[in-house]
């Protein structure tokens, strides 16, 4: 190609015919610097489509994360508002509870969750978003903010109702915030306090500055929930920008089984794995034998992404929630982690 191009000029110039050749040679030059600047375009085409990709793999992962925040906070607020409820029946109705528990709750009232373990900001910093992208540096600006305010964090490390029962000398409880208050308190030992530790524990209940410390504590969790639902609103409002940019993207679950004494395996080790079934939705399906029981949701075989529920046989998933109520029977059961649902559909075999 070049020896023909070179013969081209060469041939003009034998003819004395300079001024085409001046024209062929600008024109040569035309198209080699179009051809420089097609290659850079396609450079850059290249690198930008390979910067958003990059960009769309890390968000993903946040998404992912930013989902499983939202859950954990809901998890949370249900818990500070149990103990709001708590409050309230032992003011309003002392007598509608179960003496023996009485302890366990009062100290229990003092619990505060822990800050949420969020990988956010870690993952920030692997999101290398493009300043001149304004999409990307909005979204990049909303998910820094949420960042920003999950590590401010919501505890108070107060103990106004422990230290009235520490003055009465009682033996603090076993007793984890959440964890406690599962399955209406049945993980409580309720025998850990005698006769007496409960009798004089009654008594607090006429006292003027407990009820105060009560009426306190109650204040302090009511504004806890305010700052904790702002953070869910955060989480939500992250998840819809998210999808926004990036239409297509979805959940990173992987290994999502059934565990429980219900299932097949009688244990609350070992998974009955589900399938997944749509990838987009993070859908997981399976057939099962159930015996009467209790079971749960789970990733894999740990404990750090669980999810119960309160109904049987449909309902809500609740990350760390209570324990699963089935009967017996075959089913079919379908998981939908993008709506939190799930349901239990009895087959006839």
Excluded: C
């Amino acid at each position: 190609m070049i020896k023909f191009f070179r013969k081209i000029r060469q041939n003009l110039l034998s003819e004395g015919k300079t001024i085409k050749y001046l024209k062929y040679a600008i024109g040569e030059i035309v198209l080699v610097v179009i051809g420089i600047l097609i290659a850079l375009q396609l450079n850059n085409w290249n690198e930008s489509r390979k910067n958003e990709d990059e960009f769309k793999a890390v968000l993903q992962q946040i998404y992912t994360v930013v989902d499983q925040d939202s859950e954990q906070l809901s998890l949370i607020r249900q818990n500070v508002s149990k103990q709001i409820e708590i409050i309230d029946n032992i003011v309003q109705n002392p007598e509608g509870f179960n003496n023996k528990l009485l302890p366990h709750l009062l100290y229990y009232l003092d619990l505060e969750p822990s800050d949420l373990n969020s990988e956010i900001s870690y993952l920030l910093g692997y999101l290398k978003f493009n300043p001149k992208n304004q999409k990307q540096s909005n979204l990049n600006k909303s998910l820094s903010s949420y960042g920003k305010a999950v590590k401010e964090g919501y505890n108070t490390n107060r103990r106004d109702i422990t230290s009235f029962l520490d003055e009465l000398n009682l033996p603090y409880p076993s007793i984890t915030f959440g964890y406690s208050a599962l399955n209406d308190y049945q993980n409580i030992d309720s025998t850990f306090y005698d006769e007496s530790d409960i009798n004089r524990t009654l008594k607090l209940l006429d006292s003027t500055k407990f009820q105060n410390a009560l009426k306190s504590s109650r204040s302090i969790k009511f504004t806890n929930l305010i700052f904790i639902d702002d953070i869910i609103n955060l989480t939500n409002t992250n998840k819809r920008l998210i999808q926004d940019y990036y239409p297509d993207v979805k959940l990173l679950y992987s290994s999502i089984g059934l565990v429980g004494d219900a299932t097949q395996n009688n244990n609350w080790t070992n998974n009955i794995p589900l399938t997944l079934t749509n990838e987009s939705q993070a859908i997981w399906e399976g057939d099962i034998i159930l015996s009467d029981g209790s079971l749960k949701f789970r990733e894999g075989e740990n404990w750090n992404f669980n999810w119960g529920g309160d109904a049987f046989p449909s309902g809500n998933t609740y990350s760390y929630g209570d324990n699963i109520k089935v009967k017996s029977g075959n089913y079919h059961v379908i998981l939908n982690l993008s709506e939190k649902t799930y349901e239990f559909i009895k087959q006839n075999k």
